[in-house]
């Protein structure tokens, strides 16, 4: 079978302290893009992209004084390196955000 790639991205602004989000996408460019909007949306003026992934999980970590983003098969994976990451350099790390965007199984 087929299978149809299913992106997801998330955007922040951290000086207003911004998130944007996106998930189910065909492309990365759009992934990107409604995540940028939604930072927009929510208040945000320089929102970048943190993370774009296709087909499986991503998860956002916050430290003290860091922030980082890692993609993972399931979201599990995607916490867990994003954690490690987060306590290597940092201290208070807890996730703030994860989300699946898994591929779609097409008959053939």
Avoid: H
């Amino acid at each position: 079978s087929k299978s149809l790639d299913q992106w997801q991205a998330i955007a922040t602004d951290t000086v207003v302290g911004v998130i944007g989000t996106s998930a189910d996408k065909t492309t990365w460019n759009e992934a990107e893009c409604e995540a940028i909007s939604n930072c927009q949306e929510k208040g945000g003026t320089a929102c970048n992209i943190d993370i774009s992934y296709a087909n499986g999980c991503v998860a956002m970590v916050f430290g003290n004084s860091m922030k980082n983003s890692k993609g993972g098969s399931n979201q599990a994976q995607a916490e867990q390196r994003a954690m490690e990451q987060c306590k290597k350099d940092d201290t208070n790390c807890r996730v703030i955000y994860s989300a699946c965007s898994l591929p779609i199984e097409v008959p053939q």
